[in-house]
């Protein structure tokens, strides 16, 4: 049989961490409000009562205490047909900026968002993570500084910062797997990026907001959820370029496990192969499947400029070498979409998830790869698993993460809890 194919210093944490259980009153209050004005888009105040219960004097004061504070707006529907237009309620998108930070193995993203999520501006940084923390930060602090001056955004309109690193994010916010290169290989190991990034942004005149870490595969999870699948409960993620990672949302929430280690893919060894990983196993995908190794199996390590050996530039070298048939490219790519295909496989045949993203520089307009992967995986799992799972590639490409980091930090200051105790201050 044939195998169906697929088609001021407030927070500093790792997201998902743990918050003391919310008062009754934030899920009753103004912030649980939000939440649902979030949810429905807009609203009419009909609608809000029928969701909610209230009592429309109640309806009202709450209403009242989110439209003074900036929260959310109100606009007539011109779009309606006959009788007096209603009056829509909406999130204020343009009530403030988040800061989006992307760290990669080989470069990062920096950006600015408004509070739709919707990148303003960014700017790539072609630093390698492994210079160590206090050049990739420091020119992570002094770019984004130049970004918001260019902007001309007032410093008080920052809300937010949203933060993706290459390796799980611990409790405590330290990576769990931190870059392993000498002669740097110790430099990662105990530094707190959200208390790093903290200490720069007074120098940007941004204060009292919170910085939010989490793996650069759970943004990219959390971009692609948002922006391109907003309908789609259970969906995986799997970002393929220099390294492999994967993000994983379950029931509309990003997985993340008891250590920050859900989703591991890259990590999960092959018996039958000995090629040595820096995590003390043999055969990983990480070494056997990644963009690195296949850089390294074809020997096009040396045919980049040197000052990109492993980046995005080498990544898109290994494409197009595949798409013009060289034969050891071809090879190559072949035996990683194997790879990885009997990997999204068995994640398929644990979360049956209704969508895997595939994306990350070695993905990107990447067919043969892509092809390879669908049908390895479908021809691993239940006929039946293989046929409610799609495969796509990602729309949204480089995107993914800065706005998957825009929603990390707008998820932090956006919680009931949280705007109820902003509006008991003011």
């Known amino acids: 049989m044939t195998a169906p194919e697929l088609t001021g210093v407030r927070t500093v944490r ?8 919310p008062a009754l009153r934030a899920e009753t209050g103004p912030g649980a409000l939000l939440t649902l004005i979030r949810d429905l888009g807009s609203a009419t105040r009909r609608d809000l009562i029928a969701h909610t219960g209230f009592a429309r004097a109640t309806l009202e004061a709450r209403l009242d205490t989110l439209l003074n504070a900036g929260y959310i707006v109100e606009r007539i529907d011109h779009g309606s047909s006959g009788g007096r237009p209603p009056r829509l309620i ?3 998108e343009n009530g403030g900026h988040l800061l989006c930070v992307d760290i990669g193995a080989t470069h990062t993203t920096i950006g600015i968002a408004d509070l739709g999520c919707h990148i303003l501006a960014k700017e790539d940084l072609d630093i390698d993570v492994t210079a160590g923390p206090a050049a990739v930060l420091g020119a992570v602090g002094s770019r984004l500084r130049r970004l918001v001056e ?18 799980p994010v611990e409790w405590h916010g330290r990576m769990a797997r931190p870059p392993h290169a000498a002669p740097l290989a110790d430099a990662w190991v105990d530094i707190v990026i959200a208390r790093e990034i903290l200490a720069f942004l007074p120098g940007l005149g ?32 799997v970002k393929i370029s220099t390294t492999i990672a994967c993000g994983i949302i379950t029931g509309g929430h990003v997985v993340r496990g008891v250590a920050g280690m859900a989703g591991d893919l890259a990590h999960i060894p092959d018996p039958h192969d000995h090629t040595p990983c820096r995590c003390g196993q043999h055969g990983c995908l990480d070494v056997t499947a990644s963009g690195l190794a296949l850089l390294r199996r074809t020997r096009t390590l040396h045919d980049t400029h040197p000052s990109d050996h492993t980046g995005a530039a080498a990544m898109r070298h290994l494409v197009d070498r595949t798409l013009t048939g060289d034969p050891t490219t071809v090879h190559a790519m072949t035996d990683a979409g194997h790879r990885l295909g009997q990997s999204i496989g068995a994640l398929i045949a644990l979360l049956n998830p209704e969508l895997v993203v595939v994306g990350g520089a070695l993905a990107h307009d990447n067919t043969p790869l892509i092809s390879t992967i669908r049908h390895v995986a479908a021809a691993r799992v239940h006929p039946h698993a293989a046929s409610s799972t799609q495969i796509v590639a990602s729309s949204i490409r480089a995107e993914a993460s800065l706005i998957g980091a825009a929603h990390l930090a707008l998820d932090e200051i956006l919680t009931p809890a949280t705007v109820d105790s902003a509006l008991a201050d003011r």
Do not use: Q, Y
Not at 14 to 21: E, F, I, N, Q, T
Not at 152 to 159: C, F, K, W
Not at 208 to 232: C, F, Q, Y
């Open 14 to 21: 790792r997201a998902g961490s743990r918050r003391p259980r």
């Open 90 to 92: 909406e999130f204020n």
């Open 150 to 167: 260019r902007l001309n955004i007032p410093p008080a309109t920052v809300l937010g910062v949203g933060v993706g690193v290459p390796s």
């Open 206 to 237: 941004v204060t009292n907001v919170p910085v939010v870490v989490d793996k650069d595969a759970n943004i990219m999870a959390l971009g692609e959820w948002r922006t391109s699948w907003p309908d789609v409960r259970d969906l995986v993620v």
